[in-house]
């Protein structure tokens, strides 16, 4: 990975998505200095000093959020460091990670918030913890939103695991609402998927695998929509899966609930028919359905049902991952290809600035970061990319410390090329 | 020489009509020669085999033991209790460290659905293990192909051939490690396939397999030829799937009294072990009909059948 110090760079014929941009979706040179955006224009003089930077279909947009990734530290470090999910992040195109609070121990208090923000300014993207729902992420007691919230955090989350309570989840509903915090909150209905290993239906049928039912997901959206219509507050459902939860959210949205969703990138990409041999890295939770879910999971990007795409990262060791199906744990590492699996996956159904809106403009908007604009004069947060661009994965050159990815070889449409942050450029 | 189109026999669902056919002749074969007063053929003379049973089991063990014994393989046993497993070993390891022996096959039970698929391909990464073959002792809720073999063969030896022939599986299909092999083996075989059983004891998306799904006992005996009776698995079970074993037995427990209603003859089958009283009754276990005994001896010579085969592949 190329470091150079941001102090006085060049793009040449950078085309800019950015909806908030006066030059969004034209072809622009972009002088950048220290950590700003000097001058946007066409054939700009070479500014003293400058270095240049161009590529053939170079494009440009706000810097990516992930909104879901998994990072071992503290805790986990031989999963995943801060530092080398960062490095992940900028191959991947990532400027901001939103890190789940499932490290050890749990980011559930103001030490752990104020060791993840400390640790953040030595990084060379950002890295914002949530904050754990409840003491542990045990789903029992709620924990201190408001002392966390104090130390930056707006958005609470207990990561994959459900909270059973629903007393509990409305009344973490009412609290955050007060201070207008954003409840993550998976949506599983843990008794109907104990020991399931990949999505029920026909081909958990044929390889003999308890699966988990799209009813599972279905039912703990709508209790969960109840719930927000009695208690308020914001709700965003991390992670859906099946054509029935992105339904019900469809409607959900169309009454006026403020309820957002997600959608991690590689369901956009792989059916159920892809644990056909058995083969753990592609047990995930939820699991990958069936193409029809799939396809109104695409369906649902594209008309605004889902608003954000996400990574879902999840590093694990092979020592927890190659493994008989049953004993293997869930996750891909996906920060080097997330938005390559989604474009990939969607060319033919979502333009880019929609793909790149869910993974800047959305996200952004849920978590109330103040994302700066490309123009003269905001500050430079950008990602380069090239988002026609062929080219083949290869895990051995991941930074992840994990290698749990499925797409080893995988031919992808649509490349990141780096990032600009923190006042530096970094190419992937 | 005829051979198998796969080095491993992981599952029914992987295999021609083919290789179905090559393993029930060869078994056919070798069925005489169990029977002979010298039992023993040199077939796997210089061939080891590990029993790896991760599970509890007794015919399957047996079965296996006898038929490797038969063909003069060298046997080695092992139970994962008392074993490295028990430390925490990963099964790809416990594998490798048996094959350093110079084991050439590996006969593997394992409580978890895949587990053989997984065996296999990993061990393809291990330059010195990947001369070594599967055979797939029953993997949880997913697979037990010799059984079903077995079953196909002594289906053929008791009514002929099985095309065209309605076998109805009865019972605990949800738990069962036999029902998916023997419908994907019936059905290569032309035979219609019927399930049997409480709705709760049913997968849901069973009848995507094409096969009728029934929850009427005597409907089903009336439709079949051959009735093959699962054990309720209790072991698996972490909910009550029906509310006693009482109700149970009188709604899907075969009898002699629900066979006399039929005025027609069924053959009747088990896998084993049997609870006598529940699934089945002594009556009806011990009756002419039963070929259940004979299931247990064809599952000597089916094995063998599928050892030789899979060595000569080896070999080839």
Not at chain 1, 379 to 396: C, G, H, M, S, V
């Amino acid at each position: 990975m190329n470091v150079a110090p941001m102090l006085n760079l060049i793009l040449r014929r950078a085309t800019i998505l950015d909806n908030t941009s006066p030059y969004n979706g034209q072809t622009m040179d972009i002088w950048m200095e220290g950590d700003m955006i000097r001058k946007i224009g066409r054939d700009l003089p070479m500014p003293d000093g400058a270095t240049e930077y161009t590529a053939s279909g170079l494009h440009v947009s706000k810097g990516w959020i992930d909104m879901q990734c998994v990072i071992g530290e503290p805790g986990f470090e031989s999963c995943e460091t801060l530092q080398s999910a960062s490095e992940a992040a900028i191959a991947g195109g990532f400027t901001t990670l939103c890190m789940l609070p499932v490290t050890h121990p749990r980011i559930d208090n103001r030490a752990q918030v104020e060791f993840i923000f400390r640790r953040n300014l030595s990084l060379p993207v950002h890295i914002l913890p949530y904050g754990a729902l409840t003491v542990q992420c045990e789903g029992k007691d709620m924990a201190e939103l408001l002392d966390m919230a104090d130390a930056g955090i707006r958005a609470f989350t207990d990561g994959k695991s459900s909270i059973e309570n629903p007393k509990l989840l409305e009344l973490i509903l009412q609290y955050a609402s007060q201070h207008d915090l954003l409840v993550v909150h998976h949506s599983d209905t843990p008794a109907l998927t104990r020991q399931a290993q990949m999505h029920e239906g026909i081909n958990s049928t044929a390889l003999g695998l308890k699966g988990f039912p799209a009813i599972a997901e279905m039912m703990a959206v709508e209790r969960d929509l109840h719930l927000l219509t009695y208690a308020g507050g914001r709700l965003h459902i991390p992670l859906v899966s099946s054509k029935e939860t992105v339904e019900t959210i469809r409607r959900a949205k169309a009454s006026g609930q403020k309820v957002s969703c997600g959608v991690a990138s590689q369901y956009l990409l792989f059916t159920d028919l892809a644990l056909q041999t058995f083969d753990p890295m592609y047990k995930v939770n939820p699991p990958y359905r069936t193409d029809e879910d799939r396809m109104e999971l695409i369906d649902g990007i594209a008309d605004g049902t889902i608003d954000i795409i996400c990574s879902d990262h999840t590093p694990v060791d092979d020592e927890h991952k190659i493994h008989e199906l049953a004993h293997a744990d869930f996750g891909i590492t996906n920060l080097e290809t997330a938005f390559a699996t989604a474009r990939t996956a969607t060319s033919s159904y979502i333009d880019i600035s929609t793909l790149i809106e869910s993974l800047t403009s959305h996200p952004a908007s849920l978590l109330g970061i103040q994302q700066p604009s490309i123009a003269e004069g905001q500050r430079a947060d950008i990602t380069l990319f090239q988002p026609d661009e062929p080219w083949q994965y290869n895990a051995d050159s991941s930074h992840s410390l994990s290698h749990n990815s499925p797409f080893n070889g995988f031919l992808f449409t649509g490349k990141p090329l780096g990032v600009i942050c923190k006042s530096k450029l970094h190419l992937s | 020489m005829e051979s198998l189109s796969t080095r491993h026999l992981t599952g029914i669902k992987n295999l021609t009509l083919q290789d179905v056919e090559l393993i029930l002749s060869t078994a056919l074969q070798f069925k005489e020669i169990i029977n002979r007063p010298i039992k023993k053929v040199p077939s796997l003379r210089d061939v080891t085999v590990a029993n790896l049973f991760f599970e509890n089991s007794t015919r399957t063990k047996l079965s296996f033991e006898i038929a490797e014994k038969r063909l003069s393989a060298d046997i080695i046993n092992f139970s994962s209790s008392g074993s490295s497993v028990s430390k925490g070993e990963t099964l790809v390891d416990t594998a490798n460290n048996i094959l350093a022996m110079k084991v050439d096959m590996i006969v593997m039970r394992h409580p978890h659905p895949g587990a053989a698929i997984f065996l296999a391909n990993q061990l393809k990464k291990y330059p010195k293990s990947a001369h070594a073959q599967i055979i797939n002792a029953g993997d949880g809720t997913h697979e037990h192909p010799t059984q079903a073999l077995l079953d196909a063969f002594s289906i053929q030896q008791s009514c002929g051939s099985i095309t065209g022939k309605k076998v109805a599986i009865i019972g605990d299909i949800m738990h069962s490690r036999v029902a998916l092999s023997n419908i994907y083996c019936l059905q290569k075989m032309g035979a219609e396939v019927c399930v049997c059983g409480p709705p709760t004891l049913i997968p849901k998306h069973i009848s995507s397999l094409g096969v009728a799904v029934s929850h009427n006992l005597i409907e089903t005996l009336l439709w079949c030829d051959v009735a093959n009776m699962l054990r309720i698995q209790f072991e698996r079970q972490q909910l009550k799937y029906f509310p006693s074993l009482r109700e149970y037995a009188l709604h899907f427990g075969l009898t002699k009294k629900k066979l006399d209603t039929l005025n027609k003859p069924i053959t009747i089958m088990h896998p084993g072990p049997i609870n006598r009283g529940v699934e089945i009754t002594s009556d009806v276990a011990d009756s002419g009909h039963s070929i259940i005994l004979e299931q247990v001896e064809n599952g000597v010579a089916v094995r063998m059948a599928v050892l030789y085969l899979l060595a000569g592949k080896h070999q080839s």
